[in-house]
């Protein structure tokens, strides 16, 4: 099941009056890229949601919710998982990865879980950053993660935890599928 990410983008967009080229000017995405994400012709990657989460002032977990009552706990099984696909790049070029999001009724949360699968290798290395930590953990494969300058080999059992501040990038080591859990704070 996909959520309607772009429409809830249209809507803060258009009550506070901003047009496509407003919300480029401040999140220095193209007016165009953010058209195709409103009219849900591509999903945006975890970093370009939050940047856009950032700049309309909600929380990611606004993106997923259904208008459910805030409860103190979620139990979200396998088969209720809330996939977004489509994943794409600035300049139109695919990413090669799909993400679930593993929290979507939880009102409020302090963190976004997020399950990754990274199945191909993008040709492009644009790094994003955005506000916020993020944790990783390689499920299974093997994945590279660049921060800044630096890059890192990550295989089945390793972590990392960084300021998402830091430009960065997680990319298919070898062509090879990762799996990957993600959480990130805001």
């Given at each position: 099941?996909?959520y309607?990410?772009g429409q809830?983008?249209?809507i803060l967009?258009k009550?506070?009056k901003l ?9 220095s995405?193209s007016p165009?890229l953010i058209s195709?994400i409103?009219?849900?012709n591509v999903?945006p990657p ?9 700049f309309?002032?909600?929380?990611m ?5 259904e ?5 103190r706990y979620?139990?979200?099984r396998r088969d209720?998982r809330?996939?977004?696909?489509r ?9 090669g ?7 979507y009724r939880k009102?409020n ?5 997020f ?8 040709r492009?290395?644009?790094l994003?950053?955005h506000e916020?930590?993020?944790f990783l953990l390689?499920?299974s494969?093997?994945a590279?993660?660049?921060?800044d300058?630096e890059?890192?080999?990550?295989e089945?059992?390793?972590a990392?935890y960084?300021?998402?501040t ?9 062509g090879?599928t990762?799996q990957?859990l993600?959480?990130?704070?805001r």
């Amino acid at each position: 099941m996909e959520y309607n990410i772009g429409q809830k983008i249209k809507i803060l967009r258009k009550e506070q009056k901003l047009t496509l080229q407003d919300v480029a000017n401040e999140t220095s995405f193209s007016p165009a890229l953010i058209s195709q994400i409103e009219n849900n012709n591509v999903s945006p990657p975890i970093a370009t949601l939050s940047k856009l989460a950032q700049f309309f002032d909600v929380k990611m977990s606004y993106f997923f919710e259904e208008g459910q009552e805030s409860s103190r706990y979620e139990i979200v099984r396998r088969d209720e998982r809330r996939i977004v696909s489509r994943v794409i790049s600035k300049d139109g070029s695919r990413h090669g990865y799909t993400y679930e999001t593993l929290s979507y009724r939880k009102k409020n949360k302090k963190m976004e879980p997020f399950f990754l699968t990274v199945t191909e290798r993008a040709r492009e290395e644009t790094l994003y950053n955005h506000e916020g930590e993020e944790f990783l953990l390689i499920v299974s494969g093997k994945a590279e993660i660049i921060l800044d300058k630096e890059r890192f080999t990550l295989e089945e059992g390793d972590a990392i935890y960084f300021d998402s501040t830091v430009k960065h990038r997680l990319l298919a080591k070898e062509g090879e599928t990762v799996q990957v859990l993600a959480v990130v704070t805001r």
